[in-house]
Protein backbone atom coordinates (compact mmCIF):
# COMPACT_ATOMS: atom_id res chain seq x y z
CA UNK A 1 0.00 0.00 0.00
CA UNK A 2 1.51 3.44 -0.97
CA UNK A 3 -0.02 6.24 0.99
CA UNK A 4 -0.30 10.10 0.43
CA UNK A 5 -1.09 12.25 2.80
CA UNK A 6 -2.33 16.27 2.09
CA UNK A 7 -3.91 18.80 3.59
CA UNK A 8 -1.84 20.39 6.57
CA UNK A 9 -0.66 23.90 6.59
CA UNK A 10 -0.71 27.34 8.38
CA UNK A 11 -3.59 27.45 10.65
CA UNK A 12 -4.61 29.94 13.85
CA UNK A 13 -5.52 28.49 17.17
CA UNK A 14 -8.94 27.74 17.51
CA UNK A 15 -9.25 26.67 13.71
CA UNK A 16 -9.71 23.74 11.73
CA UNK A 17 -7.81 21.52 9.33
CA UNK A 18 -8.89 18.26 7.67
CA UNK A 19 -5.86 16.01 6.73
CA UNK A 20 -6.36 13.51 3.62
CA UNK A 21 -4.85 10.40 3.16
CA UNK A 22 -4.70 8.50 -0.36
CA UNK A 23 -4.26 5.23 -0.86
CA UNK A 24 -3.19 3.05 -3.68
CA UNK A 25 -1.86 -0.71 -3.85
CA UNK A 26 -3.27 -3.66 -2.35
CA UNK A 27 -6.83 -3.02 -1.13
CA UNK A 28 -7.56 -0.70 1.03
CA UNK A 29 -10.44 -2.24 3.01
CA UNK A 30 -7.70 -4.92 3.83
CA UNK A 31 -6.44 -2.55 6.50
CA UNK A 32 -7.31 -0.54 9.88
CA UNK A 33 -5.76 2.91 9.59
CA UNK A 34 -4.52 5.58 11.29
CA UNK A 35 -2.81 8.48 12.27
CA UNK A 36 0.33 9.48 14.06
CA UNK A 37 2.15 12.76 14.60
CA UNK A 38 5.55 14.04 15.58
CA UNK A 39 5.89 17.73 16.66
CA UNK A 40 9.70 18.82 16.76
CA UNK A 41 12.21 16.95 19.50
CA UNK A 42 9.32 15.11 20.40
CA UNK A 43 8.71 10.83 19.61
CA UNK A 44 5.79 9.99 17.31
CA UNK A 45 2.69 9.86 19.55
CA UNK A 46 -0.45 8.08 18.20
CA UNK A 47 -3.65 10.49 17.24
CA UNK A 48 -6.42 7.83 16.04
CA UNK A 49 -6.95 5.19 14.62
CA UNK A 50 -10.44 3.42 12.63
CA UNK A 51 -11.05 -0.35 11.41
CA UNK A 52 -11.40 -1.46 8.31
CA UNK A 53 -15.31 -0.47 8.22
CA UNK A 54 -15.17 2.41 9.53
CA UNK A 55 -17.48 1.96 12.34
CA UNK A 56 -14.89 1.34 15.34
CA UNK A 57 -12.59 4.30 15.94
CA UNK A 58 -10.34 5.25 19.31
CA UNK A 59 -8.72 8.48 19.94
CA UNK A 60 -5.49 9.72 21.83
CA UNK A 61 -6.90 11.55 24.88
CA UNK A 62 -5.48 15.17 23.66
CA UNK A 63 -7.61 14.92 20.62
CA UNK A 64 -10.64 13.51 21.54
CA UNK A 65 -13.61 15.70 20.95
CA UNK A 66 -11.91 17.69 18.74
CA UNK A 67 -10.63 15.49 16.11
CA UNK A 68 -12.69 12.85 14.01
CA UNK A 69 -11.31 10.21 12.01
CA UNK A 70 -13.09 8.57 8.96
CA UNK A 71 -11.84 6.60 5.86
CA UNK A 72 -14.18 6.33 2.34
CA UNK A 73 -13.15 2.82 1.12
CA UNK A 74 -14.54 3.34 -2.26
CA UNK A 75 -12.33 6.63 -2.72
CA UNK A 76 -9.28 4.49 -0.49
CA UNK A 77 -8.96 7.58 1.59
CA UNK A 78 -8.58 8.62 5.10
CA UNK A 79 -9.61 11.79 6.34
CA UNK A 80 -8.75 13.70 9.83
CA UNK A 81 -11.02 16.28 10.85
CA UNK A 82 -8.89 18.91 13.30
CA UNK A 83 -11.33 21.17 15.08
CA UNK A 84 -10.43 23.89 17.82
CA UNK A 85 -6.97 23.06 16.87
CA UNK A 86 -4.05 24.21 19.95
CA UNK A 87 -0.40 25.61 19.59
CA UNK A 88 0.13 22.29 20.95
CA UNK A 89 -1.06 20.28 17.98
CA UNK A 90 1.77 21.51 15.70
CA UNK A 91 3.12 18.66 13.89
CA UNK A 92 3.93 16.57 11.50
CA UNK A 93 1.01 14.10 10.73
CA UNK A 94 1.43 10.81 8.80
CA UNK A 95 -0.91 8.22 7.85
CA UNK A 96 -0.12 4.51 8.00
CA UNK A 97 -1.77 1.35 7.74
CA UNK A 98 -2.14 -2.03 10.20
CA UNK A 99 -3.76 -5.57 10.03
CA UNK A 100 -4.14 -4.55 13.84
CA UNK A 101 -7.47 -2.59 14.57
CA UNK A 102 -7.61 0.00 16.56
CA UNK A 103 -3.83 -0.26 17.72
CA UNK A 104 -1.82 3.21 19.21
CA UNK A 105 1.73 1.39 18.76
CA UNK A 106 2.91 2.49 15.73
CA UNK A 107 5.30 -0.84 15.72
CA UNK A 108 2.14 -2.66 14.53
CA UNK A 109 1.80 -0.23 11.27
CA UNK A 110 3.47 -0.90 8.58
CA UNK A 111 2.84 1.20 5.61
CA UNK A 112 3.38 4.82 6.27
CA UNK A 113 2.81 8.33 4.22
CA UNK A 114 5.44 10.82 3.99
CA UNK A 115 3.44 13.22 6.62
CA UNK A 116 1.90 16.77 6.55
CA UNK A 117 3.02 19.30 8.40
CA UNK A 118 0.61 21.63 10.50
CA UNK A 119 1.19 24.30 12.00
CA UNK A 120 -0.82 26.06 14.39
CA UNK A 121 -0.50 29.35 15.82
CA UNK A 122 -1.26 31.54 18.33
Known amino acids: VQLQASGGGLVQAGGSLRLSCGAS????????VGWFRQAPGKEREFVAAINWSGYNTRYADSVKGRFVISRDNAKNTLYLQMNSLKPEDTAVYYCATSPHSGSIYDDRYHYWGQGTLVTVSS
Open 25 to 32: GRLFTNYA
